[in-house]
């Protein structure tokens, strides 16, 4: 079976990308969303196992001692980290992997897997993302300040990616991620299992009982 493929989502905290892959995932199948660890403590109606694996900095730190993780970052004061075991059973079942991951996190990947799709999401402009990150109300005066501090920097790498999709509106922005996962899933090189198979059902078929 054809691996699936690796899909980076980043942006700047309040980007929208969460929302975007909420919205695809129940009409796109094939997807699995890798879910991180972290030493975040959990939001009002957060649960551990889905959102995130939340752990204790011991556990985290054990994690990456054992190699564990595909990759780790410290972002907004807190520790986030994906896991290779999770990555693995996810593509080897065929289906693509969803990573929610922040900037730092999306160029590590696209450094240890170069066949890694990577795509930034990016607010139509600051303002805009300030409005929506204060409106979200999850985090208090000091955190906010630092996410939308951190961002100045975050939008900068937009040019490390293969794909920007501005989040103006969540219908066009989510058809227009689903419409990138798709094209990936369409390139020949992705495909070749399949492909080499119909290939040779041409060649093993007998010429000679076609009609003329
Ligand atoms: P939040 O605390 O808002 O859930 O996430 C903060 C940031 O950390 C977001 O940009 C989110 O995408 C990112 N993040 C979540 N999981 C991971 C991960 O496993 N690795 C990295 N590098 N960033 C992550």
Do not use: W
């Amino acid at each position: 079976m054809q691996k699936g493929n690796l899909i980076i989502i980043s942006s700047p905290s309040g980007g929208g990308k969460g929302t975007l892959i909420r919205e695809i995932m129940p009409s796109l199948p094939d997807l699995g969303y890798s879910i991180s660890h972290t030493t975040r403590k959990p939001r009002f109606g957060e649960e551990h196992g889905r959102e995130y694996y939340f752990v204790s900095r011991e556990q985290f730190d054990e994690s990456i001692a054992k190699g564990r993780f595909l990759e780790y970052a410290e972002v907004h004061g807190n520790m986030y980290g994906t896991s290779r075991e999770q990555i693995e059973d996810i593509t080897s079942s065929g289906r693509d992997a969803i990573l929610e991951i922040d900037v730092q996190g999306a160029l590590a990947v696209m450094e240890k897997v170069p066949t890694a799709v990577s795509i930034f999401i990016l607010p139509p402009s600051f303002e805009v993302l300030r409005a929506r990150l204060t409106a979200r109300n999850t985090e208090d005066a000091n955190d906010l300040a630092t996410r939308l501090r951190n961002s100045f920097t975050e939008v900068q790498n937009y040019s490390r990616f293969d794909y920007v999709i501005v989040n103006e509106e969540v219908p066009v922005a989510s058809r227009n991620l689903a419409s990138v996962i798709c094209g990936e899933r369409q390139r020949r090189d992705r495909q070749m299992a399949r492909i080499e198979s119909i290939i040779e059902s041409f060649a093993g078929a007998n010429h000679s009982t076609i009609a003329i």
